[in-house]
């Protein structure tokens, strides 16, 4: 699957000689994602994402900032309703957004782990 985004918006900035002024300001995203079923019980997937803030305007930055994101999932079906997932996840920036501690960083890495219980309302009648 392949999704993309595009956004356009205003910024209002306050000018003392020319009260309030318009810029407009945009950011773009795409994203990628593949799923591989080794059996009916269990599965791989993997994910990229990029998203570029042209002004720094969603971020809060306010200078161009772009983002890389790759994830990578192992599911298995434990039981009939109980999802096991292990997960890893690496952001990237080009701006330092993320923070180890309290210190701005270029990126950082995620590791989770959770299960998931499913439902289906058709099995309750």
Do not use: C
């Not at 019980?41 to 720094?56: C, I, K, V």
């Not at 701005?104 to 989770?112: A, F, G, R």
């Not at 219980?117 to 058709?122: G, I, Y």
């Amino acid at each position: 699957m392949v999704n993309g985004d595009y956004g356009r918006g205003d910024r209002f900035v306050t000018d003392p000689t020319l009260n309030t002024l318009s810029h407009p300001v945009s950011w773009t995203g795409v994203g990628g994602y593949v799923k591989y079923a080794f059996s009916s019980s269990s599965a791989f997937s993997t994910r990229y994402e990029y998203y570029d803030d042209h002004d720094g305007f969603t971020v809060g930055t306010l200078v161009p900032t772009h983002f890389n994101e790759f994830t990578t999932t192992f599911e298995k079906l434990m039981a009939h309703h109980i999802i096991s997932r292990f997960e890893y996840r690496r952001d990237m920036s080009n701006q330092p957004v993320f923070l180890k501690g309290s210190n701005p960083v270029l990126d950082q890495n995620t590791l989770t782990a959770g299960l998931v219980f499913t439902f289906d309302s058709r099995e309750g009648k």
